[in-house]
Structure formats: C-alpha cells, structure tokens
C-alpha cells in the first residue's frame, strides 16, 4: 500500500482539473469546477484541510448534507456526486486518499426512476400525440405505415 500524501483539497481540485485539461472539451471542465467547489468549501468548513483523512463515512456525510440541507434536486445531486466520485478516484491516483475509496461513495438512485415506469412512459407518448402531431394523429405510425 501507497503511502497518502497530504494535499489541500482546493490544490487537489485545481490538479484534478489541470489534469482534465486537453482530456475534455472547456465547458465540461468549468462543469467540474462548479461541481467540485460545494465540495472542496465543505471540506474546508469541516475542518477537513488533508484528503488523506477522507473516509466512507466523510462521504456519506457529504452526500447527506447536499440532499438534506442544499435541498438539491435528484438530478443536481447525482451529477455533482458522480463528479466527486471521479474526483476521489483520481485523489487515489496521487495518493490523496485510501486506495478504492472511490466504491464506497454510494451515489443516489436512478434520478431516471419516475420517468422510466410503463405508465410514466405511456403519459408521455399520449402527450405528444395530443400536442405535437398534426391532427392529432400519431406520426410514428403514419411513418411505419409508409414503409
């Protein structure tokens, strides 16, 4: 096992994002940005200064306060979780933190859940039925008519 080495979490997220750099487009880099800094001032204000002394639990903590007291909506939370958890897969590429702590972060539920049910799928079809087809009628099945 890999000796941790001590890094402040604002200097670990700039390395993290200098390391993106070139990797991915500018907006998807200044998305991770504006997803990691909640993160990294958290840290700050829990007096959590090393990410050497992040854990599992820290995590769930983290995780907890973005849905409860952020009052995030599902699909917020889970974009910015799945961009710490990138982020603490990467600390662990630099010995920022403990080898595979990066499994333990449980990111919420399929944010997709309500929108993927039968009937949900069902309502959404009858709605676009009713306001975007001409007439009324279902283009998908004059289509497959013609073929």
């Given at each position: ?10 200097e ?10 070139g ?26 200064t090393n ?49 595979g702590l990066h ?12 929108f993927?049910s039968?009937?949900s799928?069902?309502?959404v ?23």
């Amino acid at each position: 096992m890999a000796e941790l080495k001590p890094i402040a979490p604002a200097e670990a997220k700039e390395m993290y994002l200098a390391q993106r750099r070139g990797e991915v487009a500018e907006s998807t880099l200044q998305a991770h940005h504006y997803r990691l800094k909640p993160f990294v001032q958290w840290c700050e204000s829990t007096s959590l200064t090393n990410p050497n002394e992040l854990s599992a639990r820290d995590l769930h903590k983290y995780r907890f306060h973005r849905k409860e007291e952020d009052d995030l909506n599902k699909v917020t939370l889970r974009t910015q979780l799945s961009a710490i958890r990138v982020f603490v897969k990467f600390l662990e590429s630099i010995d920022g933190v403990e080898q595979g702590l990066h499994d333990n972060f449980v990111l919420t539920g399929n944010v997709y859940d309500e929108f993927t049910s039968v009937e949900s799928r069902s309502t959404v079809v009858r709605e676009v039925q009713d306001n975007y087809s001409p007439n009324g009628r279902n283009p998908l099945s004059q289509a497959s008519r013609s073929l």
